[in-house]
């Protein structure tokens, strides 16, 4: 991760009973061994509100909704256990998945979700859930897919000249080098309201790229690095360019976003369309 983040912060997992999560507990141990930081393991209790003629109150057993959750985090632990030997802690909280790991965001160094859960319907591109943590929570967000691809692969990231988009670079050049793998670059450019020659423009977006990369070659002399500069839509560009990648960063929005957006059109329509572990960068946060 960027650099400047607390290397004690715990990564996050949310976790229910679902094979989609088994996926994503191993994803986030690998990835919390790598880093040699903590993992955190949450289930959300979301207790079930029923509403009728003379219901004034809830009607749910809390013990044995929390006795379950905690045999579901107890579970997970254990199989985490047998992939890591980072220190693992869990957490059975009631209230909603989106809040409770929103919640746990604040504190986190990565928070990892599955892109579908137990309520997913399978007609849909991504679970509701990981959705809405992708736009809303605090720190960077790993969407694991049900595709588990070679760790050979190349790491993919997006690259637009934006504060967003060195925080994603910082991410993929540094999960390249924890990863002995190639990194790919991609910058895209359109002639969208531009007037421009294409010689020009393509010019113009070689040299994006090349001050977007300054420096961390040096950085990270290890990792092998292949430039893409192309005329075209970037979403649709980056996922090309991705196909069979281990991994892609991208940052939550570009050049057009701001502090307070949620999540970008491109970013979004990566997150619905990667086929591969997406990690989706976010601003650090201001102190």
Request: aromatic share 4%; net charge negative.
């Amino acid at each position: 991760m960027s650099p400047s983040r607390n290397p004690n912060q715990p990564v996050v997992v949310g976790v229910d009973e679902s094979e989609q999560s088994r996926i994503a507990l191993r994803w986030a141990a690998h990835y919390a061994t790598r880093h040699r930081v903590p993992l955190h393991i949450v289930y959300a209790i979301d207790v079930p509100v029923d509403f009728g003629p003379g219901v004034t109150a809830p009607i749910y057993d809390a013990e044995r909704l929390r006795s379950h959750g905690e045999s579901v985090v107890g579970s997970a632990a254990a199989q985490a256990a047998e992939l890591t030997d980072v220190a693992i802690s869990t957490a059975a909280v009631e209230g909603t998945p989106v809040a409770v790991l929103r919640h746990r965001s604040k504190s986190a160094l990565l928070l990892v979700v599955g892109s579908r859960g137990l309520g997913a319907l399978r007609r849909t591109l991504l679970g509701s859930v990981s959705t809405s943590l992708a736009r809303h929570a605090e720190c960077p967000v790993a969407v694991i897919p049900e595709t588990e691809l070679s760790s050979r692969n190349a790491v993919v990231v997006g690259v637009d000249g934006s504060l967003c988009s060195s925080h994603a670079i910082a991410i993929a050049f540094d999960e390249a080098a924890r990863r002995g793998a190639r990194l790919t670059a991609v910058h895209v450019w359109s002639e969208f309201f531009r007037y421009e020659a294409r010689a020009t423009m393509q010019t113009e977006a070689e040299a994006v790229l090349a001050e977007s990369l300054a420096g961390y070659a040096e950085k990270y002399p290890e990792v092998a690095v292949d430039r893409v500069v192309v005329q075209d839509r970037p979403a649709a560009a980056l996922l090309a360019v991705a196909e069979g990648a281990q991994l892609i960063v991208v940052g939550s929005h570009g050049r057009g976003g701001f502090a307070g957006m949620t999540l970008g059109s491109v970013a979004q329509a990566v997150l619905h369309g990667a086929e591969c572990p997406l990690i989706i960068a976010r601003p650090e946060p201001t102190t």
